[in-house]
């Protein structure tokens, strides 16, 4: 089982910024992709961004310029540094993972969530 812990969330201004965290733990062979999507009230789960094992990244055309996503393969740990941030990035956030445990000789992936962070932008 592997597990995915987030932290970082919270209030902040228009224009403010916040760095999300997500730091995986448990039986962990390899990690591949890594990304946080956000579902905002009313709204569908949407990707944000997402990074491969190697670093190539990908954004949502919404955050590009002001959103940050990196990883540190030591640690099994994604990291969202969210800048310049408007009303409409108010969701919750979500750091997700496919991680791969070693089983009988095989590895074996799976979609792996966290529990989810709250972002609020408002004044």
């Known amino acids: 089982q592997v597990q995915l812990v987030e932290s970082g969330g919270g209030l902040v201004q228009p224009g403010g910024s916040l760095r999300l965290s997500c730091a995986a733990s448990?039986?962990?062979?390899?990690?591949?992709?890594m990304g946080w999507y956000r579902q905002a009230p009313g709204k569908q789960r949407n990707l944000v961004a997402d990074?491969?094992?190697?670093?190539?990244?990908n954004y949502t055309d919404s955050v590009k310029g002001r959103f940050t996503i990196s990883r540190d393969n030591a640690k099994n740990t994604v990291y969202l540094q969210m800048n310049s941030l408007k009303p409409e990035d108010t969701a919750v956030y979500y750091c997700?993972?496919?991680?791969?445990?070693?089983?009988?000789?095989?590895?074996?992936?799976?979609?792996?969530w966290g529990q989810g962070s709250l972002v609020t932008v408002s004044s």
């Open positions: 997700h993972a496919e991680a791969g445990t070693l089983v009988g000789g095989t590895t074996r992936y799976s979609e792996v």
């Open positions: 448990g039986n962990i062979f390899v990690i591949n992709a």
């Open positions: 990074i491969t094992r190697s670093g190539r990244t």
